[in-house]
């Protein structure tokens, strides 16, 4: 105990050296996260291309009376379920977005082997998404960063408390390489997860962050991952448009968090397992190929569709109703994809839905289609996810606009709001808190005995109105193995004396029990009333 106080003394009192130390680190991070992911976006980039092959030969065979490629098809969707469904069995922290496990894994509640995450994520990543599967890559590549950021830590013989410094780093520098946007890396890692604006943290998460982006640009180029083209100036008048449109996006966002929970829940009334419960949203894509490609897979493609055809309100809505429900479905099997791409795809479908309305009433020119189209990706991020800072800069990223940051972040404001006047909530923490409550800490039966007594060092930060600003450290009720370790006031280090009296934007240094980090959070976090 005396050794693990001893060490993070050191590094806070070296904070410089720390600093620099954490700089090349997180360049290490950066280049082992743009690497994985890198690899997991060329497969699944390779995957994309093949579909429309195998549905072109299967359509001619079908056509022709030859039954070879159909059955070569239908058997091949099994095989895929089998493999999908293995995958999970041996690593079920690999299932669904893998940003949930992140989080839980930041709070001390969860575990996770970073070898084994980082090729089941993969292998069931490329198979399931490759596939057709309504779900994104973004997630996953998230996770992957994250576990390139622990096994930099273990392989470097790090503390917990640096740990969590690269794994939140390692999660950004994933999300930067998915997207080609070093800047909402470090946002996210900031806002989504660290819930809070550390300098540590920040020093190691810009510089994985950056690194990871060039290694993916150096493979994958500098084009944003959208093809929006350039936006016209939007004029003052339209801001009364915008506005109503984060109205519609934060009232049908609503729909998203209650209708995946649903799913889930469903899956598991049904009794649906293993290879079964793959192979559901698997035979329906197998079906979709035909019918309806345009929603298989994230959803990119989609996008970009969205901004150069005129599609008929009809179709959009189609395209709304249909992607929404089959993400629903893929999502609630719990195998490896994510729901970020997803998500942006649905916003961006509700704004052209919205747009087009508008258009055919007359209310607006339809050259200004394209950016309701953007502006519903950000609106529907923040609604569903809570991070409208967040959510904004990724947009501007992702399409290389630039010069719309106020109109973005008016209508993720208004979606933020509406949505959480409606009672919303952030879809990741009740993702997480799904899997906590009704799975009470099991994976596959075992009970994950290791976050319950391994100690780790944090730091938190004092919230404005919590139950820590403002009273003695004596008068705080603190979980029972909690020491308070060290406390930083702006410039000053305080010894954290009994009379010492906590005030909000204090940095607190606390060593804790894994299973009490929660309960820390929430003794400095702001009260929601």
Not at 506 to 518: G, Q, R, V
Request: charged residues 15%.
């Amino acid at each position: 105990m005396t050794e693990k106080i001893d060490k993070l003394l050191e590094l806070l009192t070296h904070e410089k050296h720390f600093r620099v130390r954490l700089f090349w680190e997180g360049i290490a991070v950066g280049i082992a996260s743009g690497l994985s992911v890198g690899l997991f976006r060329y497969l699944l980039s390779a995957s994309e291309e093949l579909r429309p092959f195998i549905y072109n030969k299967v359509q001619q065979a079908w056509a022709m009376g030859q039954w070879q490629w159909p059955c070569l098809y239908a058997a091949a969707f099994i095989c895929i379920a089998y493999i999908v469904a293995k995958i999970v069995e041996k690593e079920p922290m690999c299932t669904g977005s893998g940003i949930p496990q992140i989080k839980g894994i930041l709070m001390g509640k969860m575990y996770m082997r970073w070898y084994s995450v980082l090729a089941a994520k993969i292998i069931g990543g490329v198979l399931a998404i490759g596939a057709g599967l309504s779900l994104g890559r973004e997630g996953p590549s998230v996770q992957i960063g994250a576990a390139a950021g622990q096994g930099v830590s273990r392989s470097a013989g790090r503390t917990r408390f640096e740990e969590r410094i690269l794994l939140t780093a390692g999660a950004g520098a994933g999300l930067a390489a998915a997207f080609n946007a070093p800047l909402a890396g470090v946002i996210f890692g900031l806002e989504e997860l660290q819930k809070s604006f550390s300098s540590v943290v920040l020093m190691a998460s810009i510089t994985a962050s950056i690194t990871a982006t060039t290694v993916i640009e150096l493979f994958f180029g500098m084009e944003p991952v959208f093809t929006v083209g350039e936006l016209l100036p939007l004029p003052i008048a339209m801001y009364g448009i915008l506005l109503a449109l984060g109205l519609f996006i934060g009232v049908i966002s609503r729909l998203f968090n209650k209708t995946l929970l649903f799913s889930l829940n469903t899956y598991d009334r049904l009794g649906l397992t293993g290879m079964r419960k793959a192979l559901l949203p698997l035979a329906v894509a197998a079906v979709l190929g035909f019918i309806l490609p345009e929603i298989l897979g994230g959803g990119n493609h989609l996008v970009d569709s969205l901004i150069v055809e005129n599609y008929s309100l009809y179709f959009l809505a189609v395209l709304f109703i249909g992607k929404f429900l089959f993400t629903m479905l893929c999502f609630g099997s719990g195998v490896p994809g994510g729901i970020f791409l997803p998500m942006l795809v649905l916003g961006a479908a509700g704004g052209a839905v919205f747009s087009k309305i508008l258009v055919l009433l007359q209310l607006m020119p339809a050259d200004y289609m394209p950016h309701l189209i953007v502006f519903g990706m950000a609106a529907y991020f923040a609604a569903v996810v809570k991070s409208p800072v967040t959510g904004s800069i990724l947009i501007m990223e992702m399409t290389g606009s630039f010069s719309h940051m106020l109109p973005l972040i008016c209508v993720s404001m208004m979606a933020y709001v509406v949505a959480d006047l409606m009672g919303g909530k952030p879809v990741y923490d009740e993702l997480l808190n799904r899997s906590l409550v009704f799975k009470g800490q099991h994976q596959n039966g075992k009970l994950l005995k290791d976050t319950q007594e391994k100690r780790a060092a944090v730091e938190l930060v004092v919230d404005m109105g919590s139950a820590a600003a403002g009273r003695k450290i004596c008068d705080i009720s603190w979980p029972e193995k909690t020491i308070l370790v060290d406390i930083r006031r702006g410039m000053y280090q305080l010894v954290p004396e009994d009379s010492l009296t906590l005030q909000a934007g204090d940095y607190l240094y606390i060593l804790a029990n894994d299973n009490e980090i929660a309960d820390l959070e929430s003794l400095v976090s702001q009260k929601m009333t």
